[in-house]
């Protein structure tokens, strides 16, 4: 049971992280742009490249934070300071239902329009997998104000687990938090285009944004019992 609510909230945060739409919006927008230009076997070393940046950034990004909380508090989060990360998870439940995703009848998110316009820019000039591998980097550190609360949570739980369980548990959390982007990978693979791909996106954009802001409150709530009230 030690290792039980440790590991849940490792897979809560990472299953959120997944939920969110930047990193995928921003691959169909580098497949938009290679599939035209390049042979299939360099777009599929773009992507491989663009997936790698995006999970080096969350990998070390966990590691840091998991780091600074051991190096500089020497333990896990006390009680009074896990109710300001609930409260935080509680705010951005309600800000993915009201402002992650802009109104209409597209996947544009609540990006600033500069910042939108220097990665669709960044991803139709990407030629090189140097070039992908950074913008994998760009967009994950792009999607931070939702994702930095989820890593102080699964850092949080990962330093309450033995050191080997806190590698496997920093791996799980990265697994999961990319899988939507290898899953996409698959499916173009498989014959799918970025056109239909685009539009189940579209379709299905009000179930993420539930999904998200459901996850978050079920996460805020899970903390607040097994780690604040206990």
Same mark, same amino acid.
């Given at each position: 049971m030690e290792m039980v609510i440790p590991y849940s909230e490792v897979f809560l945060a990472a299953v959120i992280h997944a939920t969110l739409q930047l990193e995928l919006g921003a691959l169909l927008l580098l497949y938009h742009a290679s599939i035209g230009k390049h042979v299939r076997k360099k777009t599929k070393h773009l992507v491989s490249s663009y997936i790698s940046g *995006?999970?080096?950034l969350i990998l070390l990004s966990l590691a840091t934070v998991a780091f600074v909380f051991d190096r500089y508090f020497g333990k896990a989060l006390y009680a009074e300071e #896990?109710? *300001?990360i609930v409260g935080m998870l509680v705010? #951005? +439940? *309600? +800000?993915?239902?009201?402002f992650y995703y802009r109104r209409g009848k597209s996947t544009e998110l609540w990006l600033p329009r500069s910042v939108a316009r220097f990665i669709d820019k960044r991803a139709k000039l990407t030629n090189s997998n140097t070039e992908a591998f950074s913008l994998g980097l760009l967009t994950s550190f792009a999607e931070m104000p939702f994702t930095l609360v989820l890593l102080v949570v699964a850092a949080n739980s990962i330093l309450q687990l033995p050191h080997l369980h806190q590698l496997i548990a920093i791996a799980v959390y990265t697994i999961i938090a990319i899988l939507p982007t290898v899953i996409l990978r698959l499916a173009i693979r498989k014959g799918q285009t970025v056109v239909d791909i685009q539009r189940w996106r579209v379709k299905h954009k009000t179930f993420f944004r539930t999904l998200t802001g459901v996850g978050f409150l079920v996460l805020a709530s899970f903390i607040f019992t097994f780690e604040v009230l206990v």
């Open positions: *995006i999970g080096t #896990l109710v *300001i705010a #951005l +439940a *309600i +800000a993915s239902w009201m």
